[in-house]
């Protein structure tokens, strides 16, 4: 779907898009991925049912999950005045705004690409851009399942823990808050007027999109 997207959004066929979704239990690994940062052994994760990706996103390995919200922007960033770096550094801004509506001092670390409080993560980016255009983005966590982070390193890190923003607050945030909230951080920090949008709406314009399949997760378009 990003492909597809993507493709239509470098020709100008579309114009920029942020998918958000939550996904089934995977670990994706980035270009460069460490296979020895997953620690479970095969066998385990095929009982708890996680699955395992190669991704062209960069980065080490992560994971994704019920719980997590995960935001694809595929954006003309050349036209937005952005490098890759300031690109990446601008989702980190859009992510810390949203934490600031909850209260949390979300911050920037200089040695890692991410969103943490104190020393523990609370979401994660990887990005890829190819002709200008972005794929790939950043994961939230909401309220995932923190205990499927001790199936890995996260990105590769070893002295740092993970958190979410229900362990934050004190209470069970559930992503379909949090999403609407994160979608207009977004488009303060771009300077983008966000409309909500399906992606069957996309096929009109000729871009073949996967049938969402029936257990997974709600997406949207914006």
Known sequence: MQRAVAAARETGTLPDILITLEHPPVLTLGRRANQANIIAPEEWLRREGVSVYQSTRGGDVTYHG???????????????????????????????DLLSRYGIEGRQDPHYIGVWVGDEKVAAIGVAVSGGVSTHGFALNVNPNLAHFRLIN??????????????LVSR??????????MVESFGKVFGLKMEAGDPANLAFLGISLPTVPPTASKREVV
């Open 66 to 96: 019920p719980g997590q919200l995960v935001g694809y922007p595929i954006l003309a960033i050349r036209s937005l005045g952005l490098g890759a770096a300031d690109y990446v550094h601008s989702l980190e801004r859009a992510i810390i």
């Open 154 to 167: 996260p990105c590769g890190i070893t002295d740092k823990g993970v958190t979410s923003l229900s362990m």
């Open 172 to 181: 069970e945030v559930d992503v379909s808050e949090v999403r609407p909230l």
